[in-house]
């Protein structure tokens, strides 16, 4: 069974940065392309940063230039880089595989939270 894990997030003002990591059991991420995904309170889920099985990357335009989606193979987990924080970027951030079949169950998520 496919297990995806969150961690990484925290409590940081605007302008800082923080390293949020996926990582699983029962799959390697290198293999599907992945998705990094963001739900703020009381709204739906969206999808703010992908990378594909070839390292094609794509990003939500709110993010560009401040997120940087990377695999670290070694420990078959993919990370999200965010950099330049800010306040609109609080919620809860959950890795998801977006072509593997049967989808696996949505973690936890890590809470960012981001205030002066």
């Known amino acids: 069974q496919v297990q995806l894990v969150e961690s990484g997030g925290g409590l940081v003002q605007p302008g800082e940065s923080l390293t949020l990591s996926c990582s699983a059991s029962?799959?390697?991420?290198?293999?599907?392309?992945m998705g990094w995904f963001h739900q703020a309170p009381g709204k739906q889920r969206n999808l703010v940063a992908g990378i594909t099985e070839l390292n094609n990357i794509n990003y939500k335009s709110s993010v560009k230039g401040r997120f940087t989606i990377s695999r670290d193979d070694a420990n078959n987990a993919v990370l999200l880089q965010m950099n330049n924080l800010e306040p609109e970027d609080t919620g809860r951030y959950y890795c998801?595989?977006?072509?593997?079949?049967?989808?696996?169950?949505w973690g936890q998520g890590t809470q960012v939270t981001v205030s002066s």
């Open positions: 029962g799959i390697r991420l290198s293999t599907v392309t």
């Open positions: 998801m595989t977006i072509n593997y079949d049967p989808r696996p169950n």
